[in-house]
């Protein structure tokens, strides 16, 4: 069936550097190197080997940026990923000082966090008609809440078996901690899957009409799932970091992340790539 | 005093890059009704935005009563007497119906609104209309015809003079627009004038004294309806000869691909059964509400059935999804472009991929050259007007819309085809090229179930006619046999039936 | 007969009354428990400690109905207060009233600078008021210049909750006052339909000659005014000013909305609605002790019953929409 009119409709996409460069994501490099020399600037205290020592915490918490971008593109949202953080930190000490072996811990910290996301997927799968915002606001009060009663009175808890958690939180050269490669990798994965696969193809879909994306076969809540999902991991696995850099937890473990959740991430919904994706670039 | 009511001389409106009117006339006699008819994108919905007020027009003069008038806002048209029905109700589902009516020109003392007062006069107003519904019901609850007769009942309680109904039967079945007529009718004896926009001559030849046609944001001319032939109007909007509205081919049925058997969904149907052949087109008729999407949509998993069978081949089937539904060769393109169709702000080649993206993917890693590749030969085979396939959907006509959904289709091997409303809100020229594809696609051997209460369309595509009517499946007709009086008494048999009995 | 069935169809038909019913039920089964909640006293403590959730769900609910969200509001709450108690602690103002209307002030202007940047701006809500959250809760921080004001300081002002009218504080007439005008304005006044109006329908809205950008900035500043007016109170009623104040509180003020049946995409939701979902989280939080459930296990044990509250919710309008579809004949 060939065309009637013999009409052609072009199909080789334009290229052009200059759109390339215009976008906002590098103006987002931009506005990260700027602010390193304007702080280099002002102030002599402000080294890079100064907010190296600082950054195994930031980089703990871009573990969440990079599936809260995903949420974000479908249009979803996840409040309860500083309580789930909160929950599995604290689940991962008290499993530690019973002394069993590192990889014992690594595994609860995840599985606390999965069970967590897992939880969140499964409500607001069956329950479609719930708006996100106040199902992961609900679970943020149980999540926090259960990690409130784990705690008990003292609100605190203090490593004991120390080892496992210094080994990961150790750096390359005494400089760059190993967090940062793992963060690398695990962004690399994910800017991968959302760019160049027919998964990361669908969260758009979802994102922009999530009416036509189902009409179109696309398993709608099953993407839902397996975000909320993945977004519970990786806040164990960000609470798993944090964990090693505080020696411990406490009720306030991951409080502010409550909404810190990618400025910039917010306003991509729908359009290209996720933005939080570029900051770990500074090095 | 002049004859005209309302006169317009001239009128040029620019949008940034395109001329949407050209130097365009019209003129509207008192208590006349005057279809304004033309292609999607001739310029019509602009042309009645101009008139009332909402844009405004670069060039031209309008003259009211003779009275030049300026319009600064959709107020000011108001406040002249002006009202306009748009194509979808722009309703407030949330509010009740006498809040939408006053809507803008509330009942007020001292600031405090006069509900009781409101809803009396809404009553009054829907008891004119002959309305089945009171004035404390809420918006989002009625009918497309309810709503649009609300938006009547908001026109006249501003006391227009001139009401413009833009494509007002597009949503409604043929016994709505029935009552549609009816109201306009009575709406002349009071002397009110009406414009109004349709794609369907029956509207015009029932209606309107006279016909202005529109093509490419020019005028073409006015003409009286008793003097114009179907031909002549068609030639006029189209610009061109269309020889034949219905290419339906002769196309040697094959054996039978899907049977529905006894499908039942509580509330929305009962104990449908109906089969689809190779190679048929078989046209699914009845009043909107009758239950057609209802079936289709279980038939492909987006809603489920309680009870019946499916059957493909011969071989039970269980859809769960529509992934489900078109892995199995059933694909179904959706009423609604704009909300179930397509994504509209994404490209067309994006679009077309949607539902077959996996299958040209690697491991999930999808190949973005072979998208394009495939994109563009399936968007040229059905023949779409676009530049290029990175054009968002958005920037296409409704015709075109239909097109690429058509697309999305064939990017796969599809045993049965499913189209709802396939030529709603689609002008003469593309609909005749959609028809054709239809025609295209059942030579090919595919299954095609045709849901449309456009009766011409029916007739004149379809090989066999099944008819429902509140959920159930009254009646089936074959190609030879089936006419538009046969098949009304279907659709409506039950509801006659009932009022008998009570 | 028919009469009684449209009783029946009110009480599981509207949001409203299924949600007094929770609500009686919730109170009969804590008083079941420990009788001297339902004595004039508790209830007294228990609206005064609601006092500021209450009055902020107003707003929120203005918010929310024109399809918008402001999470920055506990941000504006903390700035005006904290400028209340500065106000008082260097004796610049020391009029209850005045400092009451600078409040008032400084929140409505807080509150039309959210709407600018969301009516003007075309900001998404949450991106702006997150924004705003953090700017207005710096500010809170640069004006309080790591002070806090204490009891002490704050002089006569503190005793202005402490005023009594039959048997409730003052504040809690105040609030009671907010709900009088905010349920006489939403249903009878032009701008409270409009709010519904614009949030049913923007396209609509826009096309019948209404301005939704103003309609936005209005009820943004609105919810500005009430967080300015909660601010003082909270000042008043917790004799304190502090930075950090109702931190995070904006959650409560949203999670009483949703509760009350405010649709997160506007159009629905009443002054009612909110008012009943601000009393089931406020009879919550007070029953919770009064049930004897560990402190620590409080915030479980909410946090749980608002899931159960929401998903029940849905489970009872599902089965009711399927009652409809049996009832429907074919």
Known sequence: MAGKSGRTIAHVPEKSVKKTLLCWESMLVVLFIFINIFGQGISPNYQASNVLREMPRYLAEMFLMLPMAYLLVMGEIDISVGATVCLSATVACMVCNTGVPFIVVVFTALAVGTACGLLNGIILTKFTELPPMIVTLGTQIVFRGIAEITLGSGGSVSLQHTEGFRAISGRVGGLVPYVFFVLVIFAVIFTVVLAKTTFGRSMYAIGTNRQAAYYSGVPVQKYRLIVYTVMGTMAGLCALFLTAYLYGANTTTGKPLVIKKGVFTAEEKGSRRPMSFHEPLPL | ?502 | MKEKKSIIKMLTGSREASLVIVLIVLCALVSLRSPSFLSLQSIADMLMNNTIIMIMALGMLCVLLIGGIDISIASTLGFTGMTVGMLLKYHVVENTFLLFLIAIGMGTLCGALVGLAISRGKVAPIIATMGFMYIFRGLAYMVSNSEWAGADALGSFKDFAQIKVAGFSIVVWIMVFCYILFFIVMKWTKFGRTIYAVGSNREAAQISGINVANVELRVYAVMGALAGLCGALSVSIYASAQPNMQYAKEMDVIAACVIGGVSMSGGRGSVGGALLGALVLAVIAKALPLVGIDALAQNTVKGIIILAVIILNVITQRMMNKQNLERREL
């Open chain 2, 1 to 502: 005093m002049s004859e005209y009511i309302l006169e317009l001389k001239g009128i040029t409106k620019i949008f940034p890059g395109v001329k949407a009117l050209n130097n365009v006339s019209f003129q509207l006699k008192k208590g006349e009704v005057h279809a304004l008819m033309g292609e999607n994108g001739a310029g019509k919905s602009t042309f009645i935005k101009v008139i009332t007020g909402v844009h405004k027009a670069e060039e031209g003069e309008m003259f009211l009563n003779g009275e030049k008038v300026d319009f600064k806002g959709p107020k000011d048209a108001q406040a002249a007497g002006i009202a306009a029905v748009y194509q979808h109700p722009t309703s407030y589902p949330d509010l009740s119906v006498a809040e939408n009516i006053f809507m803008g020109h509330e009942i007020k003392k001292n600031g405090i609104m006069q509900w009781k007062q409101m809803n009396e006069e809404a009553d009054k107003l829907l008891a004119q209309l002959d309305a089945d519904f009171k004035s404390t019901a809420e918006m989002g609850t009625l009918s497309v015809a309810q709503q649009q007769m609300v938006e009547i009942a908001k026109a006249l309680s501003t006391n227009a003079r001139i009401i413009i109904l833009d494509e007002p039967t597009a949503a409604l079945t043929n016994n709505e627009s029935e009552k549609l007529y009816r109201i306009v009718d009575k709406l002349r004896e009071e002397e009110v004038s009406i414009i109004f926009i349709s794609h369907r001559f029956e509207d015009m030849y029932r209606l309107a004294t006279r016909v202005t046609v529109f093509r490419d944001s020019q005028y073409i001319g006015t003409y009286d309806v008793d003097g114009i032939t179907n031909a002549d109007l068609i030639k006029a909007m189209v610009g061109r000869e269309i020889k034949d509205l219905f290419p339906k081919p002769e196309v040697q049925i094959g054996a039978e691909l899907l049977k529905i058997e006894g499908l039942s969904r509580t509330g929305f149907y009962k104990d449908v059964t109906f089969s689809v052949h190779a190679g048929e087109i078989v046209g699914l008729t009845g009043l909107v509400g009758a239950g057609r999407t209802e079936v289709v949509e279980s038939v492909c998993g987006i809603t489920r059935a309680n009870a019946g069978k499916v059957l493909l081949e011969g071989k039970e089937i269980h859809v769960k999804k529509p992934a489900d539904a078109m892995n199995l060769g059933i694909i179904l393109l959706p009423e609604d472009r704009q909300r179930t169709g397509l994504i509209l702000s994404w490209g067309l080649g994006r679009n077309v991929t949607l539902p077959t993206m996996g299958k040209y993917a690697r491991m999930g890693f999808t190949d973005d050259k072979k998208e394009r590749e495939v994109s563009k030969d399936l968007l040229e085979s059905v023949d779409t007007k676009a530049v290029t396939i990175f054009d968002p959907a958005s920037s296409l006509s409704g015709g075109n819309q239909q097109k690429v959904v058509v697309a999305k289709a064939l990017g796969q091997k599809m045993k049965v085809v499913i189209m709802d409303e396939p030529t709603k809100g689609v002008d003469v020229g593309a609909k005749a090229e959609i028809y054709q594809i239809m025609g295209d696609l059942a030579k090919q051997g595919y299954g095609i179930i045709l849901i449309s209460s456009e009766m011409p369309e029916i007739l004149g595509m379809s090989d066999r006619v099944v008819v429902m009517c509140n959920g159930k499946v009254t009646g089936e007709l074959k190609r030879g046999e089936a006419t538009q009086e046969k098949i009304l008494e279907l659709a409506m048999e039950k509801s006659k039936r009932e009022e008998e009995g009570r």
